[in-house]
Nanobody
């Protein structure tokens, strides 16, 4: 079993920055893929960014590429998402997730452990 707890969400003006953090505990963290996803009201959960164990593979959704950066610290069992140049359309609940079976993956269906989510609101 893997437990994930997100933090760092909040209210920010357009153009601002936030850093989300995800603390994990439980089963082996280092050998699996980790990712960030988001869900806005009335919309499906979508992929934002993902990273493999070593950091040699990273995925970014087109809408965040160049603005967001995903990273992980395997020694501390944490995954972070640095978000810059935030836009109102980035407003959503952001979820951290890990996959117990996939080394690299970016689809929500490939992830089986999820955090409770943290709200990010970007005002115009």
């Amino acid at each position: 079993q893997v437990q994930l707890v997100e933090s760092g969400g909040g209210l920010v003006q357009a153009g601002g920055s936030l850093t989300l953090s995800c603390a994990t505990s439980g089963r082996t963290f280092g050998s699996v893929a980790a990712g960030w996803f988001r869900q806005a009201p009335g919309k499906e959960r979508e992929s934002v960014a993902a990273i493999n164990w070593s950091g040699s593979w990273r995925y970014y959704a087109d809408c965040v590429s160049g603005r967001f950066t995903i990273s992980r610290d395997n020694a501390r069992h944490t995954v972070s998402l640095q978000m810059n140049s935030l836009k109102p359309e980035d407003t959503a609940v952001y979820y951290c997730a890990v996959s117990s079976t996939r080394i690299s993956a970016f689809k929500p269906m490939d992830y089986d452990y999820w955090g409770q989510g943290t709200q990010v609101t970007v005002s115009s």
